[in-house]
């Protein structure tokens, strides 16, 4: 089951930064933290994961607590393109991702 | 920019008839994956694939579903006997060997079972 705990639905507003939290309190010591959106029925898209250092990469920024219990992806400018669900998932283990509920952001003009 | 394709983007076919879903991995990735998504529920695994056999595979992933590489670049889910829950969006994903194991998804088949 899932190991993640996410926020059914939140909004943000065009060009501002969207800060989209999760909770991972029973994480163990080497599984990583991924981040996925998936936009209307497409496939989920690969954004950005990460151990215990944050991460930044031409989309997203991944902000991971010290004790690794939660972490934070913060899309710097959020664009309306940006509207859809992401979704936090910790490697369960490296043969499957397991896909929770997510949080559906919405970006609003 | 390498991508994960899939083929038909859209298959509609009858109940009790078989599909075959398609997907070409990128073109170095050996774990290859597939997973289901019905309409306005959550993305589910169904079975991961390496080395030419099955590495692990969900409950839903039964009799009626099997896998194949048949070739160097394809990567096929078969359903044997389409029952009208099938009906689903199957999406096809690999992964690198190498590194933190990020999967790449394809664009998805939507099956449509009548």
């Known amino acids: 089951d899932a190991k993640t705990t996410q926020p059914p639905s939140m909004d943000c507003a065009e060009g501002r930064a969207a800060n989209l939290p999760c909770n991972h309190s029973?994480?163990?010591?080497?599984?990583?933290v991924y981040w996925y959106r998936q936009i209307h029925s497409q496939g989920p898209q690969y954004i950005i994961h990460g151990l215990k250092n944050n991460e930044t990469n031409e989309m997203a920024s991944l902000i991971i607590t010290e004790d690794r219990k939660s972490s934070t992806l913060i899309l710097p400018h959020a664009t309306l393109r940006d509207t859809a669900v992401y979704y936090c998932i910790v490697l369960y283990n490296f043969n499957k991702f397991y896909f929770g509920s997510g949080t559906k952001l919405n970006v609003k003009p | 920019e390498p991508e994960v394709t899939q083929t038909p983007s859209h298959q509609v076919t009858q109940m009790g008839q078989e599909v075959i879903l398609r997907c070409v991995p990128i073109?170095?990735?050996?774990?290859f994956y597939w997973y289901r998504q019905i309409l306005g529920q959550k993305v589910e695994f169904l079975v991961s694939f390496y080395n030419n056999e099955i590495s692990e595979k969900s409950e839903i992933f039964d009799d009626q579903f099997s896998v194949e590489r048949p070739d160097g670049s394809n990567f096929t889910l078969k359903i044997r006997s389409t029952k009208l829950e099938d009906s689903a969006m199957y999406f096809c994903?690999?992964?690198?060997?190498?590194?933190?194991?990020?999967?790449?998804f394809g664009p998805g088949t939507r099956l449509t079972v009548t």
């Open positions: 029973t994480i163990s010591g080497n599984e990583y």
């Open positions: 073109s170095n990735h050996l774990y």
């Open positions: 994903a690999s992964s690198d060997t190498q590194g933190t194991y990020e999967q790449y």
